[in-house]
Nanobody
Framework: QVQLVASGGGLVQAGGSLRLSCAASGTIFSINAMGWYRQAPGKQRELVATITSNGWTNYADSVKGRFTISRDNAKITVYLQMNSLKPEDTAVYYC?????????WGKGTLVTVSS
């Protein structure tokens, strides 16, 4: 059983920054990737950023140059540094952990960007 606990969401003005964290615990083998999705009201969940076990990263076009994903392997924690935030970044952000054969999800943390 894998648990993911996300934190760091909140209310910020446009142009501001937030840092999300997601810590994993439990029985975890062979992590393939960790990352973040987000879901805005009335929209489908979309991939924001991912980082693989060997450090390869991928970002949604809408966040490239503004968001940075990183991870601490010893702590099994993934981070999302979000800079130059825009109102359209407002969403619930969900972290995930992908291992061989399964994907686990955190409960989500709300990010609200005011204009």
């Amino acid at each position: 059983q894998v648990q993911l606990v996300a934190s760091g969401g909140g209310l910020v003005q446009a142009g501001g920054s937030l840092r999300l964290s997601c810590a994993a615990s439990g029985t975890i083998f062979s992590i393939n990737a960790m990352g973040w999705y987000r879901q805005a009201p009335g929209k489908q969940r979309e991939l924001v950023a991912t980082i693989t076990s060997n450090g390869w990263t991928n970002y949604a076009d809408s966040v490239k140059g503004r968001f940075t994903i990183s991870r601490d392997n010893a702590k099994i924690t993934v981070y999302l540094q979000m800079n130059s935030l825009k109102p359209e970044d407002t969403a619930v952000y969900y972290c995930y952990l992908d291992t061989t054969g399964s994907t686990s999800w955190g409960k989500g943390t709300l990010v609200t960007v005011s204009s």
